[in-house]
T-cell receptor, first 110, second 113 residues
Framework: RKEVEQDPGPFNVPEGATVAFNCTYS??????FFWYRQDCRKEPKLLMS???SGNEDGRFTAQLNRASQYISLLIRDSKLSDSATYLC???????????FGSGTKLNVKP | SQTIHQWPATLVQPVGSPLSLECTVE??????LYWYRQAAGRGLQLLFY??????ISSEVPQNLSASRPQDRQFILSSKKLLLSDSGFYLC????????????FGQGTRLTVV
């Protein structure tokens, strides 16, 4: 069983739309959670950390549900520049292992 | 500030040839270091991680090995490459003290022919 599972998409949305991605993790000992963004043929870059109380950064909102073992990312008012693959990441309790989901591809259309 | 360097950026190697990819980190000490591989259109697979000099943990059995000869140097190697070793190899570092995010090098795109 994979440590982290994501819907690969693609999600094709028009500019200005709101889109949400979910990600589930298998290990209840997971302690840290992140969303990364990866552009085509580039390295992943941190989009935002995910805190237990949920957090927001501009148009992006991340939430954590420990009981159901999933995290979510909400993007409001989508821009063309949001087109990328979004990777869900979890880290186990000792912070040494850092697992990535396979990513969800987002295409924002004009 | 911290930086991570990974080279080469691209590499084409014949089947059966050896491999050595190098990653170095600057501006931090005692980082956790990671090697990931990403096959075309796929997610990142954790290959190895290291919490200190000479300490290597392998996530999946395979044709590759890793070494950490110095605190901020992480090397990925193979004695004989297979076609299935092709992919995008990414080195990353994290603070060893806090639950911080990982930072990635720019990656090496390896094609085994």
């Amino acid at each position: 069983r994979k440590e982290v599972e994501q819907d690969p998409g693609p999600f094709n949305v028009p500019e200005g739309a709101t889109v949400a991605f979910n990600c589930t993790y298998s290990n209840s000992a997971s302690q840290s959670f992140f969303w990364y963004r990866q552009d085509c043929r580039k390295e992943p870059k941190l989009l935002m950390s995910v805190y237990s109380s949920g957090n927001e950064d501009g148009r992006f909102t991340a939430q954590l549900n420990r009981a159901s073992q999933y995290i979510s990312l909400l993007i409001r008012d989508s821009k063309l520049s949001d087109s990328a693959t979004y990777l869900c990441v979890v880290s186990l309790y000792n912070f040494n292992k850092f697992y990535f989901g396979s990513g969800t591809k987002l295409n924002v259309k004009p | 500030s911290q930086t991570i360097h990974q080279w080469p950026a691209t590499l084409v190697q014949p089947v059966g040839s050896p491999l050595s990819l190098e990653c170095t980190v600057e501006g931090t000490s005692n980082p956790n270091l990671y090697w990931y591989r990403q096959a075309a259109g796929r997610g990142l697979q954790l290959l190895f991680y290291s919490v200190g000099i000479g300490q290597i943990s392998s996530e999946v059995p395979q044709n590759l090995s890793a070494s950490r000869p110095q605190d901020r140097q992480f090397i990925l190697s193979s004695k004989k490459l297979l076609l299935s070793d092709s992919g995008f190899y990414l080195c990353a570092w994290r603070s060893g003290l806090l639950a911080d995010e990982a930072f990635f090098g720019q990656g090496t795109r390896l094609t085994v022919v």
